[in-house]
């Protein structure tokens, strides 16, 4: 296609459309044969790509893109363009969500990780004991909206930074008194970008997960190696962040949205 052939080019080895996503979730099955855990079908395909089309469509994403062709290298650096799924096959070849937790159970997954680092024990490793009960890890999907009203679709695409938004380190997620919190950040960010803001327009725990995985699975990269993103997901009035990805696993935790740390700061997702 086209356009993702435009886009592939633009954002380089930042942009994961259906062949980058298959190929870094292609692993070896118990007699060595390479199989796709992410498989789409030529339908979904042709979905995918009218849903980029649409992405792109967005006047927002058009001046943005107008504007980063300016200093494509800052475009190939900092931004990622993903293409977002919803299930994942199974030890049995079943379609099931792609969940935190299928990540995390997926024998395979640990195994094709510790090809490329051998030192690497687990997908996450959790800083709080009931991160692996709550409903971010056994039930939210890449595409999963956090937005009751809005129905959470089988695909879609998000425009992402690679690394945190560098004002947003240390702030607090939500203005409280006269500190100005991260979203408020996050807006002056995407405004000065030509984007549009919205506060649900941070990564989810799950997205966080899938573009740290994809990237290590397909490139050997680490991204949030020394950071923490901190998501809007709610857990028992606290928030959950990603990061800080090593040999252990991908960090889990939580913390109250008025409290900050040095490493802890947001992304922008569009």
Avoid: C, Y
């Avoid at 956090?146 to 945190?164: C, F, G, V, Y």
């Avoid at 020394?226 to 800080?244: A, E, K």
């Amino acid at each position: 296609d086209l356009l993702s052939r435009e886009m592939r080019s633009l954002f380089a080895g930042s942009f994961f459309g259906p062949e980058e996503i298959e190929s870094a979730f292609t692993m070896k099955d118990a007699q060595g044969k390479d199989v796709k855990l992410i498989e789409l079908t030529p339908q979904e395909r042709q979905e995918a790509n009218r849903l980029l089309k649409e992405k792109l469509g967005e006047p927002d994403l058009n001046a943005f893109l107008d504007e980063m062709k300016k200093t494509p290298d800052e475009l190939k650096k900092n931004w990622a363009l993903t293409l977002r799924v919803s299930t994942i096959r199974d030890e049995k070849g079943n379609r099931i969500p792609l969940t935190m937790e299928a990540l995390h159970k997926d024998a395979r997954i640990i195994a094709k990780m510790k090809e490329i680092d051998p030192n690497q024990k687990s997908v996450f490793w959790f800083g709080f004991d009931s991160a692996k009960t709550e409903t971010f890890f056994t039930q939210h999907t890449p595409t999963h909206s956090l937005d009751p009203k809005q129905q959470s679709p089988s695909m879609r695409w998000s425009l992402t930074t690679r690394a945190l938004v560098p004002e947003t380190l240390s702030a607090i997620h939500t203005t409280n008194g006269t500190k100005i919190g991260q979203n408020d950040l996050l807006k002056e960010f995407a405004t000065k970008k030509k984007l549009n803001f919205v506060l649900t327009d941070r990564r989810t725990p799950i997205q966080i997960t899938q573009d740290v995985l994809t990237r290590f699975l397909k490139t050997g990269e680490r991204e949030l190696p020394n950071v923490l993103d901190w998501t809007d997901v709610d857990s028992v009035g606290f928030r959950v962040f990603l990061g800080r990805f090593a040999p252990v696993g991908l960090h889990v935790n939580r913390n109250a949205p008025s409290n900050s740390l040095r490493s802890l700061g947001a992304s922008l997702s569009r």
